[in-house]
């Protein structure tokens, strides 16, 4: 069942520890305890987010079976550019071509780790797929469709993104895309289930809830997923 859950910047969740990825993960930042900041992000929008170094942060699909298209570009120097981004490339290289498990990392294309999966309570997701895109679903007569690749570039407009045609390739989320098949059904994700990553360096980071609706893609039904950041500890 869907609960709809009012779109607001602050909200707070209560999350179930035992299903943490990984036991070696030192100090949970997001304990009842911990400061976090959470952000909903409507459904079939983008989101995009600062995050400086030593950063968690976790995405969470909060009614179940909704992909995320997720980017990433460091941000080392004083004036931000979208040279250096997360690759699926390099990273399927560095993982022979699989997943990230926890522990493992998300490569840019200058050959070095940015973000770690520090916990997840999904295990499948996908690194082969691109983004969709307005084209995709203009040729299915469906001109003015939201479109992952329309989402991230509204979402980095503030950051010098001028089209969707600079987004980079997607980790894409929650995404059960065995042998490259795309099919209804194959959501993966159940109600607050989420990914968890540390930052390695300063970036900034880009999601969308995937607007894909045909063949029952996304449980058939777009939804709200949620960005919640754990304060840096002094």
Request: proline share 6%.
């Amino acid at each position: 069942m869907r609960v709809p859950i009012p779109i607001t910047e602050e909200l707070s969740f209560t999350f179930d520890e035992s299903r943490t990825a990984s036991p070696a993960i030192p100090s949970d930042p997001f304990s009842s305890s911990a400061s976090t900041t959470t952000h909903i992000v409507p459904a079939a929008h983008g989101y995009s987010f600062r995050v400086s170094k030593g950063t968690r942060f976790r995405i969470i699909d909060i009614h179940g079976e909704q992909v995320v298209d997720f980017m990433a570009w460091a941000h080392t120097s004083p004036v931000f550019t979208l040279t250096e981004k997360v690759s699926m490339a390099y990273t399927r290289f560095h993982l022979s071509g699989v997943t990230p498990a926890v522990g493992e990392c998300l490569w840019t294309n200058r050959d070095r780790p940015l973000l770690r999966l520090t916990a997840d309570t999904v295990k499948v997701h996908d690194m082969t797929f691109m983004s969709c895109f307005p084209e995709l679903y203009e040729k299915e007569g469906l001109k003015g469709h939201r479109s992952c690749a329309g989402n991230i570039a509204e979402a980095m407009e503030k950051w010098g993104m001028r089209s969707h045609l600079e987004i980079a390739d997607p980790f894409n989320i929650f995404q059960n895309t065995p042998n490259y098949s795309l099919k209804g059904g194959l959501g993966c994700s159940r109600p607050g289930d989420y990914v968890e990553f540390e930052a390695l360096d300063d970036a900034v980071v880009a999601v969308s809830s995937c607007p894909y609706d045909l063949g029952g893609f996304n449980g058939g039904k777009i939804t709200d997923v949620a960005v919640v950041i754990a304060k840096k500890s002094k």
